[in-house]
């Protein structure tokens, strides 16, 4: 079982070069459409679900802070209970900010061949096709940042690189092809239990999301520790509340709750 996660600036590439990398290695995909089965599991509206994807809560009106931070830990939960079962390639999914460092999954970034300069808008002024890319990069680092505290384009965040603008997809696909032949990309127990780790937190966080706020999950061999923050007179209260929720979860084996003092909230409630 390994994993190739792209992301990339441009979605008509991005689909050509997963598609038939996938078809080279035999792999699974898992790509947007996706959205309309993880709609259907947890009753959300599809729509409603794509867009809480790419645009901030500061734009989406209709849906409160609360609700987009569930929407998107829906996505998660599954996308990593389905990376968890076979050989795969995705992507649209946003995965590249949700899966950490594990030794089976390989990270790939495709910059440049911007749709705009290859899509019949070649007599568009150079100029304002650079401004329009500019001011799609900033709103998704805008998205990036306020849903994982990442900014997408850091080339830190991925294991490769690839530039459109100086390799063609086909030769892409034979780079990623060969790529994930490597041995070290193979999957072993240690790097398994890692990602099973990643999508046991995103379980937990999912149903405490439901009526929690402010809340942080880890977890490592089975071991699920919660961070939170409240005013000190609802510490108990969160606490008994975080531990019954959580105890839906299979999986946990041992679950630890950390709570921190709310001092904004705190240093409010003092002025009234």
Not at 35 to 55: F, G, P, R, V
Not at 108 to 118: A, D, F, N, T
Not at 253 to 260: A, D, P
Request: glycine residues 4%.
């Amino acid at each position: 079982m390994s994993v190739l996660i792209l992301s990339s600036e441009n979605e008509e590439l991005e689909n050509q070069i997963a598609q038939k990398t996938a078809e080279r290695l035999g792999y699974t995909t898992l790509d947007q459409q996706f959205y309309n089965e993880i709609a259907k599991k947890y009753t959300l509206d599809s729509k409603k679900l794509m867009d809480a994807m790419i645009i901030t809560p500061s734009f989406l009106k209709r849906m409160p802070s609360k609700q987009w931070y569930y929407y998107l830990s829906c996505v998660e939960v599954e996308v990593l209970a389905r990376l968890l079962e076979d050989n795969c390639v995705c992507w649209g999914l946003a995965a590249h900010l949700y899966v950490a460092v594990i030794s089976h999954v390989l990270k790939v970034r495709l910059i440049g061949g911007h749709s705009l300069m290859s899509s019949g808008q070649g007599n568009m002024d150079e100029g304002k096709i650079k401004k329009i890319i500019a001011e799609q990069e900033r709103s998704r680092e805008n998205w990036s940042m306020t849903a994982y505290n990442r900014k997408e384009a850091d080339p830190g965040l991925y294991d490769m690189v690839i530039n459109l603008d100086q390799v063609q997809p086909d030769e892409a696909v034979d780079t990623l092809s060969t790529t994930m032949g490597y041995p070290r990309l193979k999957a072993m127990t240690y790097s398994k239990n890692n990602l099973a780790d990643r999508a046991l937190a995103a379980r937990v966080k999912n149903v405490l999301l439901k009526s929690l706020t402010d809340i942080q999950v880890d977890a490592q061999n089975g071991t699920v520790v919660v961070t939170t923050a409240s005013v000190k007179r609802e510490k108990s209260k969160k606490i008994d509340t975080i531990k019954k929720i959580a105890a839906q979860v299979e999986g946990i084996g041992y679950l630890e709750v950390h709570w921190n003092k709310d001092m904004l909230t705190e240093a409010a409630m003092s002025y009234r």
